[in-house]
């Protein structure tokens, strides 16, 4: 045999693996991207803004096979002479539940200087624009169309949420049972093992309300759930007429948001670290927290004068834990402490049995007032607005009443769930009358009725569970869905009039956001979208549209809707997308009859279910 080759062949040999390596490394650099920011380090795979648009080919199954057709114009201000991509190209299938805000796999690469003591790292942090990568989520490997609510709140697929760490952890809990392909939640949760209902009930027990219901007659309605596990608590007081915002992040114990969204259960990404969390002043009649591993005490109590500034006049506050019950001395001394602390927030203990404490927040300033000077934490300054939320430091400070609220000794919200349609008190905040408020509920009536007529040949009662209005102004398109077995998350924006405070003191929930960046939420968690001239506003800012396409596709379920109420041109831009997003337009419709803005047009798509190749091959 030969041991050596002549000086050709070896040059042959060096150039064929140089081209071998070469072709194979562009294929990593085209193909390696993910949205909204990546593990890979190098460049986009698709980038947006002012460049143009790269065709690439289509790199899943159950796409469109158009590769003849013509592509249209576009350009992210609606018009334009750039070149419609093909297709978008997939991220890889580690992606599938990519948050681009909340991506650590970003701050490591970044090397951000983050104090991991006071949960920074657990905080927003959104991928510069040189790090955007835009490219369409895929599915989970066997990925199912979940599960219908009232069911889905016992049941999901386990191939939807492939994790079952927490069944193992959490197994003398009761909080999730892995059963052959379905995850199964009994109920329980750390402090509650024979079930959230009963725990519901002695709470409710211990405040003296008729028949051990919570929801008081109607007057307790919004609940802030900190450290929510896979959000049972919240799901058991939805019989209750209760709505929980179910809050936790996205840390150690993974994927409990995504399996409380994946059930049908309001919730949201969040963390107490450092800036406010995304909700106005007097927003919630219920704080709790199960055992949810939160320092209270630390930095002068910063973080329960974060939920004091959340809560209503006369809020409460549940708290199991056993430095509520347990004996031992280091448990002792953080009872001592948090007792002194909240004394000295004028909170008092409304009742106290077994493992659980409930606080109770003072109806008016007058308690603040007898305080001796210098106490702290101190009362917040005159100029501080408690509902300025976005991006915004919290402060250790208490947030005194106005002094009208203050006299009004209360919230002056009407019962559960007449304050739904009454005119909130908070209205002449923004100087709109009851008879502004009123039409605006009349109109949104009327138009959820015809989108629910332009749905119905494609739904069905239970088809749609989990909605988010991307831009609810006073949340009279939520309040119109009343009678609908739904919820719907409220997004007003960041930039605008602060309507959220309104959405709140009708019963609703919801959040504040910026849509120039990634969504709180996983991939794959709201069955329907509405989107009423957002994309008209987005014009006006320096951001993509085509990023915002696609991060709707993101949280958007397969075979969910999206309702686009908007100009024409900008329907006429969406439409241009449809084949690149494998979307289906399904109804188009003038509103010009229903509307007080001119030339509006609802566009109403269907996202296909599509799998990855390497998807499918898993499943067969």
């Known amino acids: 045999m030969s041991r050596g080759r002549s000086d050709g062949s070896q040059k042959k040999c060096l150039v064929a693996s140089i081209c071998v390596v070469t072709i194979f490394l562009g294929f990593l650099y085209v193909y390696g991207g993910s949205i909204f920011g990546s593990q890979n380090s190098g460049s986009s795979a698709l980038e947006y803004g002012t460049k143009s648009l790269k065709r690439l080919g289509s790199s899943y199954l159950g796409g469109d096979d158009d590769t003849d057709a013509k592509q249209d114009e576009s350009s992210s201000n609606f018009g334009g002479d750039e070149i419609l991509p093909k297709s978008f190209p997939v991220?890889?299938?580690?992606?599938?539940?990519?948050?681009?805000?909340?991506?650590?796999?970003l701050i490591y690469q970044m090397r951000m200087k983050l104090d991991l003591s006071v949960m920074e790292h657990y905080e927003r942090h959104c991928p510069p624009a040189e790090r955007r990568f835009n490219c369409l989520?895929?599915?989970?490997?066997?990925?199912?169309?979940?599960?219908?609510?009232?069911?889905?709140r016992d049941e999901v697929w386990k191939a939807n949420i492939p994790h079952t760490h927490l069944a193992k952890e959490k197994s003398d809990q009761n909080w999730m049972v892995v059963k052959g392909e379905k995850i199964v939640f009994p109920g329980g949760g750390t402090h509650f093992h024979y079930g959230a209902d009963k725990y519901i009930a002695a709470?409710?027990?211990?405040?003296?309300f008729s028949n051990d219901n919570l929801n008081n007659e109607g007057r307790l309605r919004t609940v802030l759930d900190v450290g929510c596990g896979v959000a049972s608590f919240g799901a058991y007081l939805l019989s209750s007429d209760i709505i929980a915002m179910s809050l936790a992040p996205n840390d150690v114990h993974q994927n409990q948001i995504q399996f409380a969204l994946e059930r049908g259960i309001p919730a949201y990404l969040g963390v107490l670290g450092t800036k406010r969390l995304p909700y106005p002043s007097r927003s919630f009649e219920l704080a709790h927290c199960s055992r949810c591993r939160i320092d209270w005490l630390q930095r002068d109590g910063i973080l329960l004068l974060e939920l004091d500034r959340l809560l209503r006049p006369g809020g409460y506050f549940a708290y199991s834990s056993p430095e509520a019950y347990a004996q031992d001395e280091e448990d002792l001394r953080i009872w001592?402490?948090?007792?002194?602390?909240?004394?000295?927030?004028?909170?008092?203990?409304a009742a106290k049995r077994n493992q659980t404490v409930i606080w109770q927040k003072p109806l008016t300033n007058d308690c603040y007032r007898k305080r001796e000077p210098g106490t702290r934490p101190p009362l917040c300054q005159s100029d501080d607005d408690p509902d300025a939320v976005w991006g915004v430091n919290m402060e250790?400070?208490?947030?005194?009443?106005?002094?009208?609220?203050?006299?009004?000794?209360?919230?002056?919200?009407a019962p559960w769930p007449?304050?739904?349609?009454?005119?909130?008190?908070?209205?002449a905040d923004f100087g709109y009358s009851n008879d502004m408020f009123e039409k605006d509920t009349e109109l949104w009536q009327r138009r959820v009725e015809k989108y629910w007529n332009l749905l119905s040949r494609k739904t069905k009662s239970n088809t749609i569970r989990n909605i988010m209005d991307m831009k609810a102004s006073m949340g009279s398109f939520a309040a119109a869905l009343r009678s609908k077995d739904v919820w719907v998350m409220n997004v007003v924006p960041q930039d605008g009039l602060n309507t959220l405070k309104l959405i709140y003191d009708r019963g609703l929930i919801g959040s504040t956001h910026d849509w120039c960046e990634g969504y709180s939420t996983y991939p794959r968690t709201y069955d329907l979208l509405h989107a009423s001239t957002v994309f008209s506003d987005l014009e006006k800012k320096d951001c993509s549209s085509e990023d915002l396409l696609i991060e709707m596709d993101r949280i958007l379920r397969p075979t969910g809707f999206i309702i686009f109420r908007?100009?024409?041109?900008?329907?006429?831009?969406?439409?241009?997308?449809?084949?690149?997003?494998?979307?289906?337009?399904?109804?188009?419709?003038?509103?010009?009859?229903?509307?007080?803005q001119d030339g509006e047009v609802v566009f109403i798509i269907q996202k296909?279910?599509?799998?990855?190749?390497?998807?499918?091959?898993?499943t067969e």
Not at 137 to 152: L, M, N
Not at 401 to 413: I, R, V
Not at 567 to 590: G, R
Not at 608 to 616: D, R
């Open 91 to 105: 991220c890889d299938d580690r992606h599938s539940e990519l948050i681009p805000c909340l991506d650590r796999h």
């Open 137 to 152: 989520i895929p599915p989970p490997s066997g990925y199912k169309v979940p599960i219908k609510w009232p069911q889905s």
């Open 203 to 208: 709470i409710a027990n211990m405040l003296n």
């Open 336 to 349: 001592r402490e948090m007792s002194d602390l909240v004394g000295r927030m004028c909170w008092r203990i």
């Open 396 to 413: 250790a400070c208490i947030t005194p009443y106005s002094e009208h609220d203050s006299k009004a000794k209360g919230s002056g919200l």
């Open 418 to 427: 007449s304050r739904l349609t009454s005119p909130p008190p908070r209205l």
């Open 566 to 596: 908007d100009k024409q041109p900008v329907i006429d831009f969406i439409k241009k997308y449809l084949s690149a997003l494998h979307w289906e337009a399904i109804a188009t419709a003038d509103s010009s009859s229903d509307s007080d």
């Open 608 to 618: 296909k279910l599509w799998l990855t190749t390497g998807s499918l091959r898993d």
